[in-house]
């Protein structure tokens, strides 16, 4: 009897510590960042915080890397069968991702709600043939920032409408002795130089590709690589361009030594409120300029998903996740370094408070996005025209022979 009663209560101890267990059992998810421009890594952990807060049984480990190492990061993880449930991922890379199964097709869990309320442009960031490989997270495109007390010095009344325009106004800046160059880029042998010059391309009517060929070795694209050099070697682009990066470029505006800069939407209010800004208080943002004839104004897509992998084992864990850093309540709280995505955002004041300024230039700029060429062997272009860009800048050949060889060497 003693004995039965004891294996009775053990077995009954045992059941309750089975349930104890799962009732506090964790799900973990693998997120991959990015650790530079838009939102701010310590933005990213604050609403993961806010995510666990209202999801205890799930726990998220976030990894932050350059945005270079972010595409090779994840293809590597998933070629080794694992690593990542939900990544960060560029508009320029949904055709591999979804050619070579890295990320799965969310079409189903994407809602009316969502699919009405995200501006329409924004979808462009996930889609490929028809079907959705993530939510759009971050919105952006580069705009021409102008330090406003320069421009002022310099007798300069309005900003650049034209990429022409840039040029005579830098040349006034660097005659009148303000700055030796006024003018800074991010044309390190790295994406961001691709941006710069889509940027350019969109402004001179050029095209990527032709029905699936390159065509940037000639007409708009050939015209945007002169510019870039024409830029380089009058002397009015900061020589350390070439090897500078986003964070490069803000830091040289910051710090007043140029007078312009092309950069993403994080720039404004960190340039402009930031303790460490030396021009804070200064900082004018617009549209990057047009092409007299051709363009009023350009702009690259530059904005970027979230996406589960094909290798993840907890996919509606995930989904929940992306649905709330997607969310226009999070993306609301954190207007300052990225917009939302969320059309009814840009009418609520806690979002366009102290930043009306760069939400005008953004109607604009937004609106005209050019896109990188789609194709799952972008990789391969893109770094043909790295080196193209390079080289021309260089003057190791000119950007007639270089682009033709990028041509030549993209695999398309």
């Known amino acids: 009897m003693f004995k039965s009663k004891r294996n009775a209560l053990l077995g009954a101890t045992l059941i309750g510590a089975f349930f104890a267990t799962n009732a506090y059992a964790e799900t973990t998810l693998n997120a991959l960042f990015m650790a530079q421009a ?17 999801n205890p049984d799930v726990k998220v480990n976030l990894e932050f890397v350059p945005y270079e ?5 994840t293809v590597l993880a998933q070629g080794s069968g694992g690593g990542y ?8 890379w949904p055709a591999e991702y979804a050619t ?10 994407i809602t009316d709600d969502m699919k009405k309320g995200v501006l329409p442009g924004a979808w462009t960031t996930v889609q490929y043939e028809g079907a959705y490989y ?7 495109t580069k705009y021409l920032f102008y330090n406003k007390e320069i421009l002022e010095k310099a007798g300069i009344k309005a900003p650049p409408k034209t990429w022409d325009e840039l040029a005579e106004q830098a040349k006034i800046i660097k005659d ?4 030796a160059t006024p003018i800074t880029w991010s044309w390190s042998q790295a994406e961001a130089a691709i941006c710069d010059y889509t940027t350019l391309v969109s402004a001179y009517g050029g095209k990527f590709l032709d029905g699936g060929k390159p065509a940037f070795q000639t007409d708009g694209g050939l015209d945007a690589l002169k510019y870039m050099v024409s830029s380089y070697t009058s002397g009015l682009s900061n020589p350390n361009s070439k090897e500078f990066l986003e964070e490069d470029v803000r830091k040289v505006f910051e710090n007043g030594e140029a007078a312009f800069a092309l950069n993403w939407t994080y720039m404004y209010n960190l340039a402009n409120t930031g303790k460490d800004s030396k021009v804070a208080g200064k900082v004018g943002v617009v549209p990057a300029p047009g092409v007299a004839g051709k363009s009023e104004v350009s702009a690259v897509n530059g904005s970027m998903g979230l996406g589960i992998t094909a290798t993840s084992k907890h996919p509606d864990d995930a989904w929940k996740y992306i649905a709330f850093m997607t969310s226009q309540e999070v993306q609301n709280q954190y207007a300052k370094l990225s917009l939302p995505i969320w059309a009814s955002s840009y009418e609520d004041p806690a979002v366009t408070k102290g930043q009306e300024e760069l939400i005008a230039a953004a109607k604009l700029g937004l609106a005209a996005m050019y896109p990188r060429p789609t194709t799952p062997k972008y990789q391969e272009l893109s770094t043909a025209l790295q080196q193209a860009i390079q080289e021309a800048l260089l003057g190791q050949t000119s950007p007639e022979d270089a682009l033709k060889a990028a041509a030549e060497s993209s695999g398309l």
């Not at 190492?69 to 990061?73: I, Q, T």
């Not at 449930?85 to 560029?90: E, K, R």
């Not at 799965?104 to 869990?109: L, P």
């Not at 993530?134 to 952006?140: C, N, T």
């Open 69 to 73: 190492g972010l595409h090779d990061k």
């Open 176 to 179: 009148k002795g303000l700055l």
């Open 85 to 92: 449930d939900i990544v960060l991922f560029d508009v320029i």
């Open 38 to 54: 838009a939102y701010s890594e310590a933005d990213v952990r604050s609403m993961t915080e806010a995510f666990s807060k209202a």
């Open 134 to 140: 993530g939510m759009p997270w971050i919105l952006d």
């Open 100 to 109: 070579n199964k890295v990320l799965v097709d969310v079409s189903s869990r």
